[in-house]
């Protein structure tokens, strides 16, 4: 069994920062990418930036240049640096990995729990 838990969420002003985290867990063979999503209220869930094991990028338009996702393989652990958040920013993110666990026949993608990032004055 395997899961992933996002942390990092929070409160911040305009313009402020924020870090998220989402770290996997169990029975890991490999991963082969880690990523976020996120949903507004009202809003389907869309996604925000993604990364491959070949350290691959890809980022939703109306955040590139403010949002920066990195990757520590060794501890299967997925990052999702926030910067010049604006109000728009606002909304639950949920982190996943695409990951083989022990036991599978093939990749599958285990979701985490979700953390609200509140952007407002």
């Known amino acids: 069994m395997c899961s992933c838990r996002a942390s990092g969420g929070g409160l911040v002003q305009p313009g402020g920062s924020l870090r998220l985290s989402c770290v996997a867990s169990g029975k890991i063979l490999s991963i082969y990418q880690m990523g976020w999503y996120r949903q507004a209220p009202g809003k389907q869930r869309d996604l925000v930036a993604s990364?491959?094991?070949?350290?691959?990028?890809n980022y939703e338009d109306s955040v590139k240049g403010r949002f920066t996702i990195s990757r520590d393989a060794a501890k299967d652990t997925v990052y999702l640096q926030m910067n010049s958040l604006q109000p728009e920013d606002t909304a639950v993110y949920y982190c996943y990995a695409r990951l083989l666990a022990q036991g599978a026949y093939s990749y599958m993608d285990y979701w985490g729990q979700g953390t609200l990032v509140t952007v407002s004055s």
């Open positions: 990364i491959t094991s070949g350290a691959v990028t």
